[in-house]
Structures are given as structure tokens and as C-alpha cells.
């Protein structure tokens, strides 16, 4: 098929003349969209409908993007679709109705450590998959670690002397501890299941599907939300929740910021600051809530 980002690009350097700036930060937008479509739903921009487009700028909002980024981002979408439709490829924009707010973003909603144990629970680990699920949302929540960095393990990047995970990022990698519950279950996982549900015996993934191939990131979403319908949790559950939870909860107990960017793999400490705002707005609504003058 035709590269039509490529096309769309070249659209706007020779017909458009717009601006290095423009070009680069349109191209940014349209390729970042690109690659999370082709993660999520395994499809191409021109299958994109208007939920997928929905479901994406309310991920880039779970990623803590500001309103004017995430409007940004819509307006190079509308752009390009614009541009797919005058060029015949499509009948109808998909980012048709589409509005987002660009008023101060709202800060993400976290699980409770009441919820947190309830949601770890679920998981029956009296099979394969069970056993599986368990050490999965136990690695997540024990290490804060982005979906696509759980997926992207490999069998050798767990040290179980050790207790620790070593998560490999785009710019760097970082080695994460696990508390005990979790190195637990990641252990009766690695030693008693994980062989017997390989489809290739040298297959690195450290998590697989039923097919014994590595999990894929709508595969863990179908499993958390079968977990959040057991568990009856009714607050909005994605796998960036548990990653919110973590650092919230670290927050809370007393750990530092820039040990909390280390664990988080963030590169600049204002993505890190973000939950302080969690934590300093949840001790407001405690005060509200239970100061007898408030």
C-alpha cells in the first residue's frame, strides 16, 4: 500500500511549504498515532475509526499530556485525514465530532490500596493461566512499569536470587526490585508454567498467551478488565491505572522524587512531579473531608 504518512509529508514540504517546525510536529503526531494503532488494534491509519481515534487521545491524557497537547495532536490527526480523504484513499475523516478539552488537565485516577489487594486477588492461581495473570498484576503494581515494557520482557531480564526485573527502555534500562508477594508468584510462574505454555522452546518472552506466543498489549487489557468486572472495581481500570497507583502509593510512603523518576524511567522530573499534585490533592480532600471547621 502506499506509505501515506510519507505522501502526507511530502504534501506539506512541496505543496504546503509549511514551515521544518510544522512538518516535524505534524509528522510527530500522525507517526506516534500510527505506531500506538498498530500496537493497540494491529491496523493501519486508513482502518482507524472515530473510537479508535477517541481511545488514543484519551491514552496520550493517561500519559499525563497537557489539554493544548493533546488538541495539538487532534489537529494534526484532522489534517491528515483531511488531506487521505481529498486523495481518494477514504470516503469520510474518522476525526469527524471529535472535541477534547483544553482547559487544565484532570489528574489521573489511582486505586486504593484496599482496591489494589482486591484486583491482586483475583487471579486463581490453580492453572496455568491463573498463574500466569497472577504474576503479571503482580509485576505491574510491584514495579510501575509501562504495559509495553511488561510485554517487552524476556525470560532473562529476571534475576529471582536477586528480586529484580531489568526493564529496557527506549533510551535506557533500569532494574526494578519486587516485593516479596510478587517474587513469589513470578517464581511459581518462571519454575512450574511457564515451559508448558511455550509454543517454541527457545521463545524469550518472559509472558505468554495461550498460543504460547508473547503477550500482546490488547491481550493484558482484555485480562485486566476481566479482573476489574471479578473484583467489581467500577473506577475507570487501565494497565497505566496500576502505573499510576505505584508511584502514588510510593509517594505516600515516603519515597523521594528522584528515586521515583528512576523507578518510573522518566527523563524529565516534571512527568515525575505530577503525582506530588496526586498526592497534595488527595490530602486536601482528606482535610475537606475530616477537618471539623473545614
Avoid at 481511545?55 to 488531506?83: D, I, P
Avoid at 526494578?176 to 517464581?187: C, H
Avoid at 509454543?199 to 509472558?207: S, T
Avoid at 493484558?220 to 476489574?228: D, S
Wanted: net charge negative; with cysteine.
Amino acid at each position: 500500500m502506499l506509505d501515506l504518512i510519507g505522501a502526507y509529508e511530502n504534501y506539506l514540504i512541496k505543496v504546503k511549504q509549511a514551515s521544518a517546525n510544522t512538518v516535524a510536529s505534524y509528522m510527530r503526531d500522525i507517526r506516534h498515532f500510527s505506531e500506538w494503532l498498530q500496537e493497540q488494534e494491529d491496523a493501519d491509519v486508513v482502518d482507524a475509526s472515530q473510537l479508535n481515534i477517541s481511545q488514543y487521545l484519551s491514552y496520550l491524557e493517561e500519559e499525563g499530556r497537557s489539554g493544548a497537547t493533546v488538541s495539538r495532536c487532534l489537529a494534526s490527526l484532522k489534517n491528515f485525514y483531511s488531506y487521505v480523504v481529498s486523495s481518494g484513499f477514504l470516503e469520510s475523516t474518522p476525526v469527524s465530532d471529535i472535541k477534547v478539552d483544553r482547559g487544565e488537565k484532570k489528574l489521573p485516577q489511582i486505586l486504593t490500596s484496599r482496591e489494589i489487594e482486591l484486583l491482586l486477588s483475583q487471579p486463581v492461581p490453580t492453572d496455568a493461566k491463573g498463574c500466569r495473570d497472577k504474576a503479571m498484576l503482580e509485576v505491574m503494581y510491584a514495579t510501575g512499569i509501562r504495559v509495553t515494557e511488561l510485554i517487552d520482557l524476556d525470560i532473562d531480564e529476571v534475576n529471582l536470587e536477586l528480586g529484580v526485573i531489568k526493564c529496557t527502555g527506549a533510551k535506557k534500562s533500569r532494574t526494578i526490585p519486587l516485593y516479596p508477594a510478587a517474587l513469589r508468584a513470578l517464581t511459581v510462574y518462571i519454575h512450574d508454567i511457564r515451559a508448558s505454555m511455550l509454543a517454541y522452546p527457545d521463545e524469550k518472552a518472559l509472558f505468554v498467551n495461550v498460543n504460547g506466543m508473547r503477550m500482546s498489549r490488547q491481550g493484558f487489557w482484555k485480562i485486566l478488565k476481566h479482573y476489574q468486572q471479578t473484583a467489581h472495581i467500577e473506577k475507570e481500570l487501565t494497565p497505566h491505572t496500576l502505573r499510576h497507583s505505584f508511584a502514588v502509593h510510593l509517594l505516600e510512603n515516603g519515597a523521594d522524587l528522584g528515586s521515583l523518576q528512576e523507578l518510573m524511567g522518566h527523563s524529565d522530573i516534571s512527568s515525575t512531579q505530577l503525582y506530588t499534585q496526586m498526592v497534595d490533592q488527595k490530602l486536601k480532600s482528606v482535610y475537606k473531608k475530616c477537618h471539623p471547621k473545614a
